[in-house]
């Protein structure tokens, strides 16, 4: 069962009982959104079995002193899969500076940090013994109104294809604990 | 460890309005209705008592985690209008005396 975060359980608790700041309320609805996001992809995530997995909800990283959010940590014994969840919606394209663009051709997300982000787990999520477990990071993108012009990347999984994503993740968790490999978190 | 949300806020002023408020429309217009169920007085929405006491205390927590609290200090925050048993019940569930102090309590679910 996922928890809210206790920073967004604090702000809803303090709301109306002391005035934010401005920085606080940016935080607050930014976090109010991505509660809804992460709720929307844990009913996806009921939709499978998940007992061969472990998840963790909601992980904050320091990446380069800008905080990066890892909405979803799914735990396979064969694979770490990272999710970021993300509500864009609209036309975009990636830029040659690995940059996703909106059409009046503002920087929306870098997507050099997902490269950061991805080596600070793979730093961090080291297994005992021979294997090390892949890690793979996805950005989801949790509108359906979301459309990339031009170069697609693989980092992108949109949300109609998340349920067929989730269901091979559900797969390979069970057929591969055959021939096993302890899962340790 | 790197997977832990980042901690609650950190809280310089002590001034926050205390008292029940709604969990949907964060109005502070909530009343308890007989001993076990309440109701804001705004959007009409339903709970229990016991359980808006225990999120209430819960979240107060956070905030201020190891704070004692007096049977005063209690029902101040709570601001309802509740009978004696519904108050030692909210107390029980939430509370232990402190070193068996009389009505001197930390907050331990
Ligand atoms: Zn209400």
Redesign the interface.
């Known amino acids: 069962m996922r928890d809210k975060?206790?920073?967004l359980?604090?702000?809803?608790?303090?709301?109306?009982?002391?005035p934010f700041s401005e920085s606080?309320v940016i935080e607050y609805e930014a976090m109010q959104r991505m509660e809804k996001l992460e709720a929307r992809f844990e009913q996806y995530l009921m939709k499978i079995k998940t007992s061969n997995m472990f998840i963790?909800w909601?992980?904050?990283?320091l990446v380069d002193k800008r905080?990066e959010i890892v909405n979803v940590?799914i735990v396979t014994d064969y694979c770490y899969y990272l999710f970021v969840l993300h509500d864009l919606e609209g036309e975009y394209y990636i830029n040659p500076f690995n940059i996703l663009c909106n059409m009046s051709h503002e920087a929306v997300l870098d997507l050099n940090r997902s490269r950061q982000l991805f080596d600070?787990f793979r730093e961090?999520l080291i297994d005992e013994g021979k294997y090390q477990r892949p890690i793979i990071l996805k950005y989801v993108m949790m509108n359906k109104a979301f459309r990339m012009k031009g170069k697609r990347s693989d980092l992108f999984l949109e949300e109609q294809n998340l349920p067929y994503y989730l269901k091979a993740i559900e797969h390979s968790a069970v057929i591969r604990k055959k021939n096993h490999h302890p899962a340790s978190t | 460890m790197m997977l832990k949300a980042r901690v609650p806020l950190p809280i310089v002023t002590r001034n926050i309005r205390r008292g029940i408020k709604c969990r949907r429309c964060h109005a502070f217009d909530w009343q308890a209705i007989g001993g076990s169920i309440g109701k804001c007085g705004r959007c009409g929405q339903v709970e229990s008592v016991q359980r808006i006491a225990a999120d209430y205390f819960t979240r107060l927590d956070l905030l201020y985690p190891g704070d004692i609290y007096k049977r005063r200090d209690i029902m101040d925050h709570l601001k309802l209008a509740v009978s004696e048993y519904t108050l030692q019940k909210i107390i029980h569930a939430n509370f232990r005396r402190l070193e068996h102090r009389k009505r001197i309590y930390f907050f331990s679910p």
């Open positions: 975060p206790d920073r359980k604090v702000y809803e608790f303090l709301y109306n009982r002391l606080e963790h909601h992980a904050e990283i905080m940590l600070m961090q």
